[in-house]
């Protein structure tokens, strides 16, 4: 069964650094998603693709987060400076449909320390 | 933008009890209503999904229910297993984005 596959599965960083996280969506999916879960709570959008387009990134904090899609496959969302408050699991989700937001399909996520 | 409430933030069976999650939502445009299961260490799994022109739909064992006049949604889960134990997220299409509930620990016990 195809899955969406998201490295690395864990990572400790200190505040201020760098970090990049990487997904490769199901083979075909046009539509691919990074959401950010916080422990107890439910995934939150923070970016959205269709093909190698930006949908939607109002809840992406730009100042030190980016994304991107280049040719329309994979994708890398980078945190720069990484601050405390960025420990998380990063969950990458692709979807066949383009422009329903239905049948998401979900990685096993990056859970991210930030110490 | 959306509001997606759920209830009970946890939940204890035993084994062979029903369960049952509740979800309501604010805007009465949605028009579809997943629900994923989330085990220890992995992503959200779709279980079952529902859209607002369909009150009822059932897979096995799961079985969801829609109510828009009263914008509320509920998973039915019946003869509940040990591996039924995860977390439950409901979710929402609201202002083109999906919007995901707060999720319900399900604990079902032997």
């Known amino acids: 069964e195809a899955e969406v596959a998201q490295s690395p599965r864990y990572k400790i960083t200190e505040k201020s650094q760098a970090v990049a996280f990487w997904c490769d969506p199901i083979?075909?999916?046009?539509?691919l998603y990074w959401y950010r879960q916080i422990l107890g709570q439910g995934p939150e959008l923070l970016v959205q693709?269709?093909?190698?387009?930006?949908?939607?990134d109002s809840q992406l904090p730009k100042d030190r987060f980016s994304a991107e899609r280049l040719k329309g496959v994979d994708s890398t969302l980078k945190i720069q400076p990484a601050e405390l408050g960025d420990s998380a699991m990063y969950l990458c989700?692709?979807?066949?449909?383009?422009?329903?937001?239905?049948?998401?399909?979900f990685g096993s996520g990056t859970q991210l320390s930030v110490l | 933008g959306e509001n997606v409430e759920q209830h009970p933030s946890t939940l204890s069976v035993q084994e062979g009890d029903s369960a049952v999650i509740k979800c309501t939502y604010s805007?009465?445009?949605?028009?579809?209503f997943p629900w994923y299961k989330q085990e220890l260490g992995k992503g959200p799994q779709l279980i079952i999904d529902?859209?607002?022109?369909?009150g009822e739909k059932k897979d096995q064992r799961i079985a969801v229910t829609l109510n828009k006049t009263a914008k509320h949604f509920s998973l039915h889960i019946t003869e509940t297993q040990p591996e039924d134990s995860a977390v439950y997220f409901c979710?929402?299409?609201?202002?083109?984005?999906?919007?995901f509930g707060t999720g319900t620990r399900l604990l079902v016990s032997p």
């Open positions: 989700a692709s979807s066949a449909d383009r422009a329903t937001n239905e049948k998401l399909f």
């Open positions: 083979s075909g999916h046009a539509t």
């Open positions: 693709f269709q093909d190698e387009s930006v949908v939607d």
């Open positions: 805007d009465s445009a949605s028009n579809y």
């Open positions: 529902i859209r607002s022109n369909v």
């Open positions: 979710a929402v299409t609201g202002f083109q984005k999906l919007v």
